[in-house]
């Protein structure tokens, strides 16, 4: 079956360390995507990569990292910089980029909490 | 500054009747806009598009309609169903923004048997 892994489903996060949320897609999507859900605040987009090798920043990026060594994977990696890092993250995906609105494919989510 | 609005946090409609969520935009240069739904823990699933050279787009119980000169997007479902309880996420798109999405609050959709 193809979709989107994330892992784990839950992350506790201890003050000052650096915590990394997996992404795995088999869809063979070129474009992966990192949101970020709070409540009343929607998704908002930490860092996107059009290819491997390649990311941008995305709206919220500060305290975030990314790497995007295969075309399958997408690690996030909230950092001890991240002041607030509370909330539901999710990992997206769609097939290329371009003009038309490539429907993005989610994952179930990683939900970190900070103890 | 949020370019996308869901103005309602939630919305309780009777298994049956019309669900009717809105979203409005300020940029007038969007080129497609999306719904998604979303369960609770899990991530969201596309419902359905429309491009910004249409007004209307059906799909089953699903229309989605824009007033391009209102910046204004609607969702109305027909007849609803107490499995559309989920919150509904509106989405636009730019061509230009290599594949950004720029999301709606949501609004929490429950409908009562």
């Known amino acids: 079956d193809g979709g989107i892994t994330q892992s784990p489903k839950y992350l506790f996060r201890k003050e000052g360390q650096n915590v990394t949320l997996s992404c795995e897609q088999n869809?063979?999507?070129?474009?992966m995507y990192w949101y970020r859900q709070d409540p009343g605040q929607g998704l908002r987009l930490i860092y996107y990569?059009?290819?491997?090798?390649?990311?941008q920043k995305g709206d919220i990026a500060e305290g975030y990292s990314v790497s995007r060594e295969k075309k399958e994977s997408f690690p996030l990696t909230v950092t001890s910089a991240q002041k607030n890092p509370t909330a539901f993250y999710l990992c997206?995906?769609?097939?290329?980029?371009?003009?038309?609105?490539?429907?993005?494919?989610f994952g179930p989510g990683t939900r970190l909490l900070v103890l | 500054d949020q370019q996308v609005k869901q103005n309602s946090p939630s919305l309780s409609v009777q298994e049956g009747r019309i669900s009717i969520l809105n979203c409005d935009y300020t940029n007038s240069m969007f080129d497609y806009f999306l719904w998604y739904k979303k369960y609770p823990a899990e991530g969201p699933t596309f419902l359905i598009s429309i491009s910004s050279i249409k007004d209307k787009n059906e799909d089953g119980r699903f229309t989605v309609f824009l007033n391009k000169s209102a910046k204004h997007l609607s969702l109305h479902i027909v007849p609803s169903q107490p499995g559309d309880s989920a919150v509904y996420f509106c989405?636009?798109?730019?061509?230009?923004?290599?594949?950004?999405?720029?999301f709606g609050q949501g609004t929490i959709l429950t409908v009562h048997p």
């Open positions: 989405a636009v798109f730019r061509g230009t923004s290599y594949g950004k999405l720029t």
């Open positions: 869809l063979n999507h070129d474009a």
């Open positions: 997206a995906s769609s097939s290329r980029l371009g003009v038309l609105p490539e429907t993005q494919y």
């Open positions: 990569s059009q290819i491997v090798n390649d990311f």
